[in-house]
């Protein structure tokens, strides 16, 4: 990493990470894509909120379009496709459940046939459905593009926004906390990273070493440099032999020897390099 300090990290963006989150408040079956726990009483699920179904189904299916367009031009494709999906964004609730009570039917929105299975397996012998929903892919797909043209406060308030829909996703968490430590933002960059570490310690490794690293990325240019390595440290044990952590750390220790700082600067997530926009 020399000269160049690397901020970004939405690895498995073009897989379909899970993104549906489940309210805190529940107890349950967790999770273990996300982490997330799953109420296993019907009787503890809230009732299902008034949707336009053409209209989540149209919102799907154009998300599912921009994200094959995605895989093949990369982040020029979304750039193109913003007003397209800042639309679906403001579509999204206010409040999202994964698991919800409709007439007696418990609807699981899942992002994927082996993500509904495992929660529907938590209600035995009632009548279940699976619904995708489209909205937290549709905010990580355009907070990220903001970010990749550095767009930083505009990326912040959509991907705030989507943590506060869906708080235990870590992987929007964590694009969150990228941005806010782009933007300067640093406290609340800590701040964010630490409320969502200490709310849902059984999310998966990989989240929770992002959230690491965003963390240290805020604390090192704060120049607390102990604070940071030691948050760097963290995320190694979870992700051991992470690049983005082992140089920061290489950064942390030339800052110590007297070398001159480096900016931050965002990396693109399909080709591993600095962005150029």
């Not at 919102?59 to 979304?78: R, S």
């Not at 070493?209 to 440290?233: I, N």
């Amino acid at each position: 990493m020399a000269g160049l300090r690397a901020l970004r990290g939405v690895a498995g963006l073009l897989a379909g990470a899970a993104l549906l989150a489940a309210s805190p408040a529940w107890a349950g079956v967790a999770d273990p894509v996300t982490g997330a726990m799953v109420p296993a009483a019907a009787s503890d699920l809230p009732a299902c909120e008034p949707a336009d179904p053409a209209r989540v189904a149209a919102d799907q299916a154009k998300v599912d379009e921009i994200m094959a367009a995605f895989g093949n031009g990369g982040f020029p494709v979304l750039k193109s496709r913003l007003p397209d999906l800042k639309a679906i964004v403001s579509h999204a609730p206010k409040v999202m459940h994964r698991v919800e009570l409709c007439d007696g039917r418990v609807i699981v929105h899942a992002d994927s046939m082996e993500d509904y299975l495992v929660i529907a397996a938590a209600y035995p012998g009632r009548d279940t459905e699976w619904r995708t929903t489209p909205y937290p892919m549709a905010m990580l797909l355009t907070g990220s593009t903001l970010v990749e043209y550095r767009k930083y406060p505009d990326a912040i308030k959509v991907l705030l926004r989507a943590v506060a829909l869906t708080p235990d996703n870590g992987l929007l968490a964590g694009e969150a906390v990228g941005a806010l430590g782009l933007g300067k933002r640093f406290d609340e960059a800590i701040a964010l990273a630490d409320k969502t570490l200490a709310d849902y310690p059984d999310m998966p490794a990989r989240y929770r070493a992002r959230l690491l690293r965003g963390k240290g990325f805020a604390l090192s240019d704060q120049r607390r440099f102990d604070e940071a390595e030691a948050a760097y440290g963290q995320s190694l044990e979870l992700e051991p032999g992470n690049a983005t952590a082992l140089g920061e750390l290489r950064y942390i220790a030339g800052q110590r020897r007297g070398a001159p700082p480096v900016a931050s600067q965002p990396v693109s997530t399909i080709t591993g390099q600095p962005n150029k926009h």
